[in-house]
């Protein structure tokens, strides 16, 4: 047995090293070789490249790295179609490993996708693409497997690692002691976005809402986990300007002890919505991207959901409340979040609904991933 995987990013590599234990145990003479990490690696993954060669993100980064993506690419259809293994597994970087799976499929391999491309919310016609590319599509979110089954592809619903990651939190005042907060007293964890494009749009509002927010909330604490170092500055500034002399702790990483530490959170729009929620925090969310960029999701009208938010799409009810664009104002989103601090009821519906998530995406994903592709397997 022999069992390609290419992974393209550090959250691939995570997957992949918890999937080929998984898989070992239903195969254990397997073989294991393909684009790796470190993750991958530990597990008794044989390395045919590194996964640094895939982790390139953005456009001008992009376009340099070009002729090497096409040569690994092309390199990898070689020796795989000459290897012949029994499946091969592309773990998310969809712009990479769709290309090669379609190309593996034309040989006659199995292909698995493991991290269905949000298809259902926008660009919806790379179904297409996927349709051609992979024999089975491995999902995080229980909603997906009915979108592909309208199209035409085999998809699999297999829960969501990070619910297992974070099945137990630290307590909110070991947080806050490891972040050197005040255990006591009210404390806003307040995220703006890991890219430089995130906090330009979001920094100052953020700020703003913070300051408004603590002219009402004796004691208020703000904390804020900072991506980069370059983005300190950023953050430092707006504060600075729009909240100044406001009880506020910037910290270098640790978002996960920021967001716990916190009685609410208020956020960009993004994966740091599924941990806020994983985490058991109330949250409120805002985003504003591009004025160019939104006139073309709407003009075009390639965003296909009414909500942004991960908890919202997840969630029996849209309990988050949204700022979006326009509607991105300091004012009103001081006022959601001061609901939540202020009454228990307001926050504790939305943890009634992130509860019940929380329940849904436990079921085991390298375990529930590798029943899949043994199936897979034993279809051939």
């Known amino acids: ?7 393209g990013e550090a959250s691939g590599d995570l997957l992949g090293g918890a999937l080929i234990p998984a898989l070992r145990a239903r195969f254990p003479d397997a073989r294991f070789s393909g684009v790796t990490g470190p993750r991958m690696r530990e597990a008794g993954c044989d390395t045919i490249a590194s996964i640094d060669r895939l982790s390139v993100m953005g ?18 259809v070689a020796r795989l179609s000459a290897e012949r293994p029994d499946v091969v597994i592309g773990i998310d970087a969809p712009d990479f490993n769709l290309g090669l799976e379609r190309r593996l499929r034309n040989c006659g391999l199995k292909t698995v996708h493991l991290v ?12 297409k693409t996927i349709a051609r590319s992979a024999d089975l599509v491995l999902c995080l979110f229980p909603f997906e497997p009915k979108f592909y089954a309208g199209h035409g592809v085999r998809a699999e619903y297999i829960g969501h690692p990070l619910a297992e990651e974070l099945a137990d939190p630290p307590a909110q005042a070991d ?23 995130e906090l330009k749009q979001l920094a100052v509002p953020f700020a703003q809402t913070a300051a408004l927010l603590a002219a009402r909330t004796p004691g208020l604490h703000m904390v804020t986990p900072i991506a980069k170092p370059s983005l300190r500055p950023v ?10 002399g406001l009880d506020w702790t910037l910290v270098d990483g640790h978002s996960r002890e920021a967001m716990r530490a916190a009685d609410a959170v ?5 994966t740091a919505t ?7 925090r109330p949250m409120v969310v805002g985003y504003r991207m591009s004025a160019f960029t939104a006139f073309l999701l709407d003009t075009l009208g390639m965003l296909k959901v009414r909500h942004v938010s991960l908890p919202n799409l997840l969630s029996a009810d849209a309990v988050v409340p ?31 609904q992130f509860a019940a998530v929380r329940s849904e995406l436990r079921r085991n994903a390298a375990q529930a991933s590798a029943a899949a592709i043994a199936e897979l397997i034993a279809a051939r």
């Open 1 to 7: 047995m022999h069992i390609a995987l290419i992974a």
């Open 59 to 76: 456009i001008a980064e992009v376009l340099p790295k070009l002729p090497d993506l096409f040569r690994l690419r092309a390199e990898l």
């Open 116 to 127: 269905s491309p949000t298809v259902w919310a926008w660009r919806q016609g790379r179904v």
């Open 175 to 197: 947080a806050r002691r490891a972040l050197g907060l005040p255990v006591d007293g009210p404390c806003l964890a307040v995220l703006p976005g890991s890219r430089g494009g």
């Open 235 to 244: 953050m430092e500034q707006a504060i600075a300007e729009h909240a100044p």
């Open 266 to 270: 208020l956020l960009a729009s993004g």
């Open 274 to 280: 599924l941990e806020c929620l994983l985490l058991d």
């Open 322 to 352: 949204e700022f979006l664009q326009q509607h991105l104002q300091p004012a009103a989103m001081a006022e959601a979040l001061a609901q939540l601090l202020a009454d228990p009821a307001t926050a504790a519906r939305q943890r009634a």
